[in-house]
């Protein structure tokens, strides 16, 4: 019996040995990233792990840069992620709904074709909605916002498998109390869904924090980096010209570190609903 | 609805006709106009509205847009002609094939769109023309209404976002579709003409050939490995988190977790510099005495083969901890009287891990596996911020040994060579394989039964 | 009859008909652009705050014309595709190094100066200039500045003798470059004595590094692999710094960088002679001309001219010399004390001089070339092109870039 016991001891701190070497192994190069931020570099390349000289500057030079407005980017990052996030929430639990619960004609040609648009790699599309939104003459932040929420009547699987599990008997009871399909939609379906609602929101919430390629098309044609977004200012800050790699970098980490910050706790939040998003929609299959 | 459809198949068009006082036959040409006189004015005037609308578009400029088609555009060369009054020269443009392509495209949708309008138009004609005939109640405007909040829920609510899913899905992918159709490339900047198969030519046998099957190759034995490597790999660590004993689960998650919330454009570009040649990570290695000579992971020196096996790994540490909070949920609920029942047996948790978890873990993500897989048969992030598609490969044109096919298709298109109707034969050639693996797995998982 | 769903489409209708008018409407804007519209201006990032002033002393000039500058979306070295994007929304005015403007001036983005202004520019600067705005027999751009790269190496180790031949260099020191750049490596193959598109660059069938001299250069990229005083690196400001390396090649656009990890050790030199098949030559570089274009889609052409004209000015040259240190190319510029004096520009100007440097061909073809060349010369170096296949790999080069357009 003792031995037994031993041996589980034994087990459960191997284990615990196991997991701390794989979490150091995860964490190292993200603390190497934040000690970066703090070091003296104008190489463009940091090449040891503990910085030769810490210093603030680089916090300071992202937040007061004229050339590049970091807070602006991070305002009209803010701005677009919070109206795209609520019509896009809105598009998706709404298409999600109407397909899980439901019937109309429609319904399994609309299933299909949304499956085949999925398959079609998005950069061939760019060139196309560059200049749709030119003819709508909205190549700005607005235009970013039309183009996420655009997508969002596509992004409905897993929503569509938290609808799939619920049980049909509450609509049909509420439907024989005399309710029409709306007020279902909206007293039933909806506060049933708000771990779904809450998991759409902070996916599209995030997706224009790190979204660098199709941001610049939209916006760098005005040339102007006070209409940038976050992901694309940063990512133009290092690349945009011969030898601003060397001068900028460790800015860029910097500013990196500080839009990293909230996306992590954000996403630590939502953990809980995606797991409930994604089983919901993993049960159904 | 079927006894709907029944019932307005009892009369045909042609005795609608016939048959139909004035205004039914009028409303044969100006549509809404029979909704309107039994007062449904929102479905009347919603008719005949769009009616009015799509001929004065038609005739201004629709019929322009769609002829246009045919040749995108007659003038294909630019002209330099010497301004005398401004003392400067000025350049005659050739016809802009793109816009007149993508506004050709967009014009059909509208007139198809306007024929469905139309025919949607002689149903209901028909359809009132019955319960005319029939001397049953006609719905009230009142009622069409609320209607729409009832039976027709789903058109109010799926409206928006269909309009916007063709808007910003459908026509770019047509737009798209139709490039791989022209000879719109470098040379052919702006005016630009329908070469039919050409291009496929190019990429399947032609000049591009020699890089396309390599990189396709690559591109499969990466998804496959990316793929399996995140799904096993996050169950085991799932199920070590999970396991009995183990205190502060959450926290473990988190620390994991981390890795995925970091922006791929920084935690990607840090990690090429991490294992470059030069960096931090080799230099930790010679300190320690682990290697003699710095190792190249990802640099143009690399081998392929390394280069391959480290943009895996790479994408392990951002993919596993995604894994593992999925396959977390899934241990959560999965039914425990079976292990139980197998562990009284005595069976040891290798053999229960093999034959009872890891099966039904698989089962229940076998869908999302297929998306995952084809996910990363379009995965740009990856290569693109870590290795750029680095090590160079002199045998191939325009792409390096980690490129995968999106990340050559980006390069043939913001690239030195803009390719881009090359570019287009390439993203229907992903879609076709995306679309036959995904149908292959989807018949033998069965899990896909009903949409 | 699912009449609603299909009312719904209605609407599609209706929103796409107002979306295609307003198309039609917006691509009709861009002709209709007034002519008293304000002139836009792109320049690369980190110059727009200086150029701000310079075009507020325009804008005193000539007080009926506005400009406004903005950056090069994806910097100057990039212009050929940031135009190419969609020319009606790019700038009036815009930088541009000069080997692109072949590719732009085919695709009709830029137009042929007038011909006073050609002859204005002919009189007061530097041939290779000139010659580096000129395309198919015509001036299409206004030269400001000159680049090419010099030897950067740190004075307290390496002596002005020891940098004269590639031999001392890197058996006294190391040097830091980097073999995947063809834009720093090809030129070794015009010191082996090839040729890119003939002697002005121009023509097509003109390459001759399908050669016993290109086989060669081959071999000296080979032969760098196993040289202890070259360092392969990604990253060569980073070893100049470490100490790792006391010399890299760099071009004038990282000096300011360069002064700062080295301060008064700063020291410039022309590149090295090398031994290529057996012969003593100078190592070759690339010779770029920095230029202003004028956007074919300009609603102003002449004020554009004007714009372009006033940026590309003596004054203007030695302004965008002291911010940057690039070297002006009006003569009178380059005789001034300022660049007199400077050490960067005495480097580069010897650099410019015939010999030295290769003017960067600019004909179209040249896009298949920077893909192509750069896993030719870095195989090469890293062994993974073997010295047997170094013809066949250098006739398939030469043979795709020799097609007719």
Redesign the interface.
């Known amino acids: 019996m003792k031995s037994y016991s031993n041996q589980?001891r034994f087990a459960?701190i191997f284990?615990?040995v196991?997991?701390a070497i794989?979490?150091v192994l995860?964490?190292f190069?993200?603390i190497?990233?934040i000690l970066?931020s703090f070091s003296y570099n104008?190489?463009?390349?940091?090449?040891?792990?503990w910085p030769e000289k810490f210093t603030w500057q680089n916090y300071v030079g992202i937040l007061t840069s004229?050339?590049y407005p970091f807070v602006n980017w991070v305002l009209n990052t803010l701005f677009v992620a919070v109206i795209s996030a609520t019509l896009s929430t809105f598009?998706t639990i709404?298409?999600a709904?109407?397909l899980s619960r439901?019937?109309?004609?429609?319904?399994?040609p609309?299933?299909?074709i949304a499956?085949?648009?999925?398959?079609?790699?998005?950069?061939?599309?760019?060139?196309?909605?560059?200049?749709?939104l030119?003819?709508?003459?909205m190549?700005n932040l607005g235009g970013l916002i039309?183009?996420y929420?655009?997508?969002?009547?596509?992004g409905f699987?897993i929503a569509k498998g938290f609808f799939d599990t619920m049980p049909r008997a509450i609509d049909e009871a509420a439907e024989i109390d005399g309710a029409?399909?709306?007020?279902v939609?909206v007293h039933i379906g909806l506060p049933l869904s708000k771990p779904m609602i809450v998991y759409t929101a902070l996916t599209s919430f995030m997706a224009p924090?790190?979204d660098?390629?199709f941001s610049?098309?939209i916006l760098?044609?005005?040339?102007?980096?006070k209409t940038y977004t976050v992901?694309y200012g940063?990512?133009?800050m290092v690349?945009?010209?011969?030898?601003?790699m060397?001068?900028f970098f460790t800015q860029f980490?910097a500013g990196?570190?500080i839009?990293?910050i909230p996306?992590?706790i954000?996403?630590?939040v939502m953990?809980k609903f995606?797991?409930?998003g994604?089983?919901a929609?993993?049960?159904k299959? | 609805m079927f006894k709907k459809k029944h019932a307005t198949s009892a009369v045909t068009l042609k005795e609608t006709w016939k048959d139909g006082d004035a205004v039914t036959k009028l409303t044969f040409f100006i549509m809404g106009l029979n909704a309107l006189r039994h007062r449904q004015w929102l479905k009347g005037f919603s008719l005949l509205f769009a009616e009015i609308i799509f001929l004065i578009w038609f005739f201004l400029s629709g019929i322009h847009s769609i002829a246009g088609l045919s040749n995108l555009g007659a003038i294909k060369s630019k002209r330099v002609v010497f301004d005398k009054a401004q003392g400067v020269y000025i350049t005659q443009q050739p016809d802009n094939s793109v816009l007149i392509l993508l506004f050709g495209i967009l014009a059909l949708f509208i007139v198809a769109g306007f024929i469905y309008l139309y025919i949607v138009n002689l149903r209901s004609n028909k359809h009132t023309f019955l319960l005319e005939k029939r001397h049953e109640h006609i719905p009230t405007n009142h009622e069409e209404i609320a209607s729409l909040f009832d039976q027709r829920l789903h058109a109010t609510l799926m409206t928006i976002p269909i309009v916007l899913i063709i808007l910003f899905t459908v026509l770019p992918t047509v737009f798209m579709i139709s490039m791989a159709f022209t000879n719109y490339d470098r040379q052919h900047s702006v005016g630009f003409s329908w070469t039919g198969f050409q291009a496929f030519g190019n990429v399947l046998s032609g000049d591009l050939a020699g890089t396309f099957f390599p990189v396709l190759g690559w591109t499969l034995i990466w998804a496959v490995a990316a793929t399996a490597t995140t799904f096993f790999f996050g169950v085991l660590l799932a199920l070590l988190i999970e396991s009995k004993g183990i205190k502060h689960k959450n926290v473990w998650r988190t620390i994991f977790i981390i890795v995925y919330a970091v922006p791929q454009f920084v935690s990607l570009l840090m990690m090429a510099q991490f294992l470059d040649y030069q960096g931090p990570l080799n230099t930790l290695l010679m300190n320690w005495g682990w290697i003699s000579h710095p190792i190249h992971f990802i640099d143009n020196q690399a081998s392929p083969l390394i280069a391959r096996i480290t943009v895996i790994v790479v994408n392990m540490w951002i993919g596993i901890p995604v894994s593992m909070l999925t396959s977390t949920a899934i241990i959560q609920n999965l039914p425990q009287d079976q292990i139980e029942a197998a562990r009284i047996d005595g069976a040891s948790p290798v053999q229960i891990f093999n034959h009872i978890t890891f099966p039904q873990i698989l089962f229940v993500m076998s869908p999302a596996l297929i998306q995952q897989f084809i996910g990363n048969i379009n995965n740009f992030n990856v290569i693109y911020l870590l290795t750029g598609g680095a090590p160079m490969n002199n045998n191939y044109n325009g792409a390096g040994s980690t490129d995968l096919l999106v990340t050559w298709l980006y390069n043939l298109t913001f690239g030195q060579e803009q390719r881009y109707n090359a570019s287009a034969v390439l993203g229907i050639l992903i879609f076709i394989i995306s679309a036959t693996f995904s149908l292959i797995a989807y018949r033998h998982t069965n899990a896909y039964k009903e949409g | 009859m699912k009449l609603w769903k299909k009312l719904a489409l209605g609407s599609v209708v209706a929103l796409s008909a107002i979306s295609l008018t307003a198309c039609g409407k917006s691509s009709n804007s861009n002709e209709s652009k007034s002519s008293d519209k304000q002139l836009t201006l792109w320049v690369d990032t980190a110059r727009v705050s200086w150029y701000k002033g310079v075009v507020k002393d325009f804008e005193k000039e000539h007080p009926n014309i506005k400009v406004k500058v903005t950056q090069n979306p994806n910097g100057s070295a990039n212009a050929k595709t940031d135009v190419g994007k969609d020319p009606s929304k790019a700038a009036d005015v815009f930088s541009v190094p000069n080997d692109q403007l072949g590719q732009m001036a085919d695709s009709g983005y830029i137009n042929p100066l007038s011909p006073s202004d050609t002859k204005a520019i002919k009189n007061n600067s530097v041939s290779e200039a000139y010659k580096g705005a000129e395309w198919k027999g015509k001036l299409y751009a206004y030269p400001y500045a000159e680049q090419a790269q010099t030897v950067y190496y740190d004075k307290s180790k390496l002596s002005p003798e020891d940098v004269k031949s590639w031999k001392t260099l890197t058996s006294k020191g190391v040097v830091a470059t980097d073999f995947t750049n063809v834009y720093v490596m090809w030129p070794v193959m015009f010191s082996a004595g090839t040729k890119l598109f003939g002697n002005n660059g121009e023509d097509v069938k003109g390459s001759t590094f399908d050669s016993q001299n290109g086989v060669n250069a081959m071999k000296w990229y080979a032969e760098q692999k196993n040289n202890k005083g070259v360092m392969q690196t990604s990253n060569a400001l980073n070893q100049l710094k470490k100490g790792n390396a006391q010399a890299i090649l760099d071009g004038p656009w990282n000096a300011a960088n360069i002064k700062k990890i080295l301060g008064k050790n700063l020291g410039v030199a022309p590149y090295p002679t090398i031994e290529v098949g057996g012969k003593t030559a100078q190592m070759e570089a690339f010779l770029g001309v920095e230029c202003f274009a004028v956007n074919s889609h300009t609603s102003n052409a002449k004020n554009a001219a004007i714009l372009a004209k006033y940026l590309t000015n003596k004054e203007n040259q030695l302004i965008v010399h002291k911010n940057t240190g690039e070297v002006p190319v009006n003569i009178a510029a380059q005789n001034t004390a300022a660049v007199k004096n400077d050490p960067v520009a005495k480097a580069v100007l010897q650099m410019t001089q015939p010999g030295y440097s290769v003017l960067q061909p600019k004909l179209p073809q040249m896009s298949i070339f920077w893909n192509d060349a750069a896993p030719l010369v870095s195989g090469a170096y890293d062994g993974k092109i073997k010295p047997s296949q170094y013809k066949s790999k250098l006739a398939k080069l030469q043979k795709n870039i020799s097609k007719k357009e």
């Open positions: 589980r459960l284990r615990y196991l997991l794989l979490a995860w964490i190069p993200i190497w990233i970066a104008n190489t463009g390349f940091v090449s040891t792990i004229s050339q598009v709404a298409v709904y109407v439901l019937r109309f004609r429609f319904r399994k609309f299933l299909q499956l085949v648009l999925g398959m079609f790699p998005g950069f061939m599309s760019m060139i196309a909605l560059y200049y749709i030119k003819a709508l003459n190549l039309l183009v929420v655009g997508g969002a009547g596509l699987y029409n399909k709306w007020q939609f924090w790190v660098f390629i610049g098309i760098s044609t005005s040339g102007n980096p992901a940063l990512y133009n690349h945009s010209a011969k030898g601003t060397a001068q980490i990196c570190v839009i990293a996306i992590t954000l996403f630590i953990q995606y797991v409930n994604i089983t929609g993993a049960d299959g």
